[in-house]
C-alpha cells in the first residue's frame, strides 16, 4: 500500500493533478464500463462514499471533491463519475479515469477528512 501511495503521489507530482491543455476538456461524464450496484459493493465502501459526499456539507449525493486527491481538490462536473448512486467530481482526465477504473480500491483506502 505504502508503494502504491508514493507512487500516485510520485505522478500526480510529475504531471500534476490538473487536466493536460492540451486535452479536449468537453469530455462529458463518464461512467464505469459496467455501472456498480448495490450489491456490488460492500456495505463499508457505501458507508464510505456517504462520507464523503458530506464533506461540502450537503448529503446530496454529489462527491464535489477530487477522491484520487485524496478529497482535498474540487472536482469538475466534466470529470464526473457515477458508482453506487453517487456522482463523485474528479480534478482532472487522470484521476477520473483513475477512479472509473480503480474505484473500489480508491475509495477504501481513502480517509475522509472531517466535513467543512
Known amino acids: 500500500m505504502l508503494y502504491r501511495v ?3 503521489t510520485l505522478t500526480l507530482s510529475l504531471f500534476g493533478c490538473a487536466p493536460d491543455a492540451s486535452t479536449d476538456q468537453a469530455t462529458a461524464t463518464v461512467e464505469t464500463a459496467e455501472p456498480a450496484t448495490a450489491g456490488d ?10 462520507l464523503a459526499d458530506e464533506v461540502d456539507g450537503a448529503s446530496d449525493h454529489q462527491i464535489g471533491k477530487c477522491y484520487v ?6 472536482g ?3 470529470f464526473a463519475v457515477e458508482v453506487e448512486g453517487y456522482t463523485a467530481h474528479l480534478c482532472s482526465d487522470y484521476c477520473r479515469e483513475h477512479f472509473a477504473n480503480n474505484w473500489q480500491s ?3 483506502e481513502t480517509d475522509i477528512p472531517q466535513s467543512n
Do not use: Y
Not at 41 to 50: G, I, Q, T
Open 6 to 8: 508514493l507512487l500516485i
Open 41 to 50: 459493493a460492500s456495505a463499508e465502501l457505501v458507508a464510505k462514499l456517504a
Open 69 to 74: 486527491c485524496g478529497l482535498g481538490m474540487d
Open 76 to 78: 469538475k462536473p466534466e
Open 106 to 108: 480508491v475509495v477504501g
